[in-house]
Every structure is written in structure tokens, then in C-alpha cells.
């Protein structure tokens, strides 16, 4: 008879299981949808409508996007109260943050209150 994950997990002792469990709770929270880490962060899309000056559809485009514009992206993470970090990874290498994106969004900004 074959053994399944449940099976297995089921037989470690429990202060094992919880240490299963709150790394899986730890990877899981690593990588989240935009609408999911919006939601994490218990704000509504007319919320973040609000802040990034557009309509409440255009928040649920953005959600949806496969692909969007960097700026479009760290408006969205700073409105929700935090900041875009772009970071390249290589094998046998150490991560790398791309820093030419910081003063995209400061440009932008520059060019439209101009």
C-alpha cells in the first residue's frame, strides 16, 4: 500500500507537524496574487481605487494582468502601504536588487506635476 502525504504527516509527532505547518504557512504567504496580497491586507479595490486616482474597474484590470508597466505596479504596492523591491536571481549566485527602477515612479511623478 502506497503511503500518502497526509499519511506521513499524520505519523510525525505533533511539535514536528507544527513545525510543517507554520513553513508551509511561511511559503505560502511568499507568493500571492495581487488581489490576494490586497486582500491580506484587508483593503477594498475601491480603496485602492481611491488612492491611485482611478475607478474601481481599473483596480480590477490591474489585478488581473499577466503583464503591466513597473510603475503601475509599485503605485499599486505603495498604496497599499508598502514598497516594490525588484530582485534578480541567478544559480550559484546571490540574489540581486535592480535598483534602476527606484526613481522610475519618481519620474513619472516629476513629469505629471510638471
Known amino acids: 500500500m502506497k503511503k500518502t502525504l497526509n499519511d506521513y504527516l499524520e505519523a510525525l509527532p505533533s511539535d514536528r507537524r507544527k513545525k510543517v ?26 480603496f485602492l481605487a481611491e488612492k491611485l486616482h482611478v475607478k474601481q474597474a481599473e483596480v480590477s484590470k490591474i489585478e488581473h494582468r499577466a503583464d503591466m ?23 550559484n549566485r546571490n540574489p540581486v536588487r535592480i535598483s534602476h527602477f527606484e526613481t522610475l515612479g519618481e519620474e513619472a511623478r516629476d513629469a505629471l506635476e510638471a
Open 21 to 46: 505547518d507554520k513553513r508551509a504557512a511561511e511559503l505560502i504567504a511568499e507568493e500571492m496574487t495581487l488581489q490576494q496580497l490586497r486582500k491580506a491586507r484587508q483593503q477594498s479595490q475601491k
Open 69 to 91: 508597466y513597473v510603475s503601475t505596479l509599485r503605485d499599486y504596492v505603495e498604496a497599499l502601504g508598502g514598497s516594490l523591491d525588484i530582485i534578480a536571481s541567478f544559480p
